[in-house]
């Protein structure tokens, strides 16, 4: 049976970023397939909460507060990992965030590696480290990028360029890693999660991204939690190296989510 295909029973996985949001729904939703998960943010707060939602699933789950942008950290959380559950074999690469939006005249080249470092880096030091384990299994890494990697809208130079960057380095991975590894990501666009929050309580904006996206509605973070579980299990075993847009269909959201003018 193909459902049987979209089963992790008895492996493991890491989400980073995993108190809220995609992170959370994407831990919970490998949970429900059958995986143990090892979770971690900056600030463990909010993963005491999805602890509990794993492990009413009837799977373990590890919290683990860790800083991803110091290298021994993100060491640290796959040996968290690898010893507490005895192996790994499923990365969701989920931590990144928009940096605060700004006009080009005010952004710096500080601002650009910044980005970079937050978003592509911490997902190269997480998978560097676990490759030597995902190697002795069937291990997939699933990355979140996003749509402002592929279309324009003003302000959000710094992140788009990032994310891009991640979505590229996806594809340049998989070569590298195959076909012992596949990497893969995901493209969410606009999510109803905490960073978007402000933009979606205000009643008119959301009505104008509602209606520039052809689905006619804002997406929710299962939305893409679903893709994040299809390309984690054997259900995409002959996929590698590949984005899939999770956005509703959107073409140019994010421009009306920028700066009108300079």
């Known amino acids: 049976m193909m459902t049987r295909d979209l089963s992790l029973a008895d492996r493991v996985a890491v989400v980073t970023g995993?108190?809220?949001?995609?992170?959370?729904?994407?831990?919970?939703?490998?949970?429900?397939?059958?995986?143990?998960?090892?979770?971690?943010?900056?600030?463990?707060?909010?993963?005491?909460?999805?602890?509990?939602?794993?492990?009413?699933?009837?799977?373990r789950a590890?919290?683990?507060?860790?800083?991803l942008s110091d290298?021994?950290?993100?060491s640290g959380l796959v040996e968290q990992a690898v010893l507490s559950f005895g192996r790994l074999d499923v990365v969701v690469n989920n931590v990144g965030a928009a940096m605060k939006i700004k006009p080009f005249s005010e952004l710096?080249?500080?601002d650009l590696q910044a980005a970079f470092a937050f978003n592509v880096g911490t997902a190269h030091a997480?998978?560097?480290a676990a490759v030597p384990y995902l190697l002795e299994g069937t291990g997939t890494v699933v990355n979140i990028t996003s749509t402002v990697g592929r279309v324009g809208g003003r302000g959000w130079l710094a992140y788009g360029t990032a994310k891009a960057a991640l979505a590229h380095y996806t594809r340049l991975a998989a070569y590298d890693l195959a076909p012992r590894i596949r990497v893969?990501?995901?493209?969410?666009?606009?999510?109803?999660?905490l960073p978007l929050r402000p933009l979606l309580t205000d009643t008119e904006r959301r009505r104008e991204v509602e209606e520039a996206t052809p689905m006619r509605k804002i997406g929710s973070p299962e939305d893409v939690a679903a893709a994040v579980l299809y390309l984690a299990s054997p259900a995409s075993a002959f996929v590698t190296g590949k984005i899939i847009e999770v956005d509703g269909g959107v073409n140019d959201v994010p421009v009306r989510l920028g700066f009108p003018d300079l």
Request: aromatic content about 0%.
């Open 18 to 59: 995993g108190g809220r949001g995609i992170g959370a729904a994407s831990a919970i939703a490998l949970a429900e397939a059958g995986a143990d998960v090892v979770i971690s943010a900056r600030s463990t707060v909010e993963l005491h909460e999805v602890r509990a939602r794993i492990e009413s699933a009837g799977r």
């Open 62 to 67: 590890l919290v683990v507060a860790a800083d």
């Open 108 to 110: 710096t080249p500080g």
């Open 71 to 74: 290298g021994d950290e993100a």
């Open 184 to 193: 893969n990501a995901v493209s969410p666009g606009v999510i109803d999660t």
């Open 126 to 128: 997480v998978t560097r």
